[in-house]
């Protein structure tokens, strides 16, 4: 079946960075984009960016810029998120998702605007002292 | 860019219909079609419920349904059940350079 599975809880230090993986399986994980999704304790939903597992190309929100970075692996079907200077802030559960293919236009094409229709379980990231 | 707003909580009996908003600007909702609904439960995943508007993913019960007003956004859950008790978020593309907003999240109570 299609299912994201993404590496296991992180503790880290402010300052320090931190990289959680994402693997797919059961569809082609070129075709699809993989958007990040974090979720600070008992709050709501926030878009870290999105990778196109076909090119590489990447969409970071401008509050991210520069401290996120996106790559995939295709030939393990693997998304990967850095995340940079750790902040306390950053404490959060972090989910990959893959972007749901559009096709209605006569070809097919995967965005983060179209919809997130399979998520992982999620990766607890700490940041403390 | 700020979150669009939703009220944190709507509440329903068994059987009735209840509607969740989502408020944003000419620069996301009321600018796009891209408008989508996510259902979470607690310790779990967001779920894919409509996208674009008013499509439901194939899974998705016809109970859920999306509409759009000016830059307002709208899930309307009818006959409640049990399991809809859950949180639910709008998100929407965004022209700014947030690229793409999610709402506050509604707290869904069955009562």
């Known amino acids: 079946q299609v299912q994201l599975v993404q590496s296991g809880a992180e503790v880290k230090k402010p300052g320090a960075s931190v990289k959680v993986s994402c693997k797919a399986s059961?569809?082609?994980?070129?075709?699809?984009?993989i958007s990040w999704v974090r979720q600070a304790p008992g709050q709501g939903l926030e878009w870290m960016g999105w990778?196109?597992?076909?090119?590489?190309?990447?969409n970071y929100p401008q509050k991210l810029r520069g401290r996120v970075t996106m790559t995939t692996d295709t030939s393990t079907s693997t998304a990967y998120m850095e995340v940079r200077s750790l902040r306390s802030d950053d404490t959060a559960l972090y989910y990959c998702?893959?972007?749901?293919?559009?096709?209605?236009?006569?070809?097919?094409?995967?965005?983060?605007?179209?919809?997130?229709?399979?998520w992982g379980q999620g990766t607890t990231v700490t940041v403390s002292s | 860019q700020s979150a669009l707003t939703q009220p944190a909580s709507v509440s329903g009996s068994p059987g009735q219909s209840i509607t969740i908003s989502c408020t944003g600007a000419?620069?996301?909702?009321?600018?796009?079609?891209?408008v989508t609904w996510y259902q979470q439960h607690p310790g779990k995943a967001p779920k894919l419920m409509i996208y674009?508007?008013?499509n439901r993913p194939s899974g998705v019960p016809d109970r859920f349904s999306g509409s759009k007003s000016g830059n307002t956004a709208s899930l309307t859950i009818s006959g409640l059940q049990a399991e809809d008790e859950a949180h639910y978020y709008c998100?929407?593309?965004?022209?700014?350079?947030?690229?793409?907003?999610f709402g506050t999240g509604t707290k869904v109570t069955v009562l």
């Open positions: 998100s929407s593309y965004t022209s700014s350079t947030a690229l793409y907003v």
């Open positions: 674009d508007v008013s």
């Open positions: 000419t620069s996301d909702v009321g600018g796009y079609k891209y």
């Open positions: 998702a893959r972007d749901r293919e559009d096709c209605s236009g006569g070809n097919c094409y995967s965005a983060y605007y179209y919809g997130m229709d399979v």
């Open positions: 990778i196109n597992a076909y090119n590489g190309n990447t």
């Open positions: 059961g569809y082609t994980f070129r075709n699809y984009g």
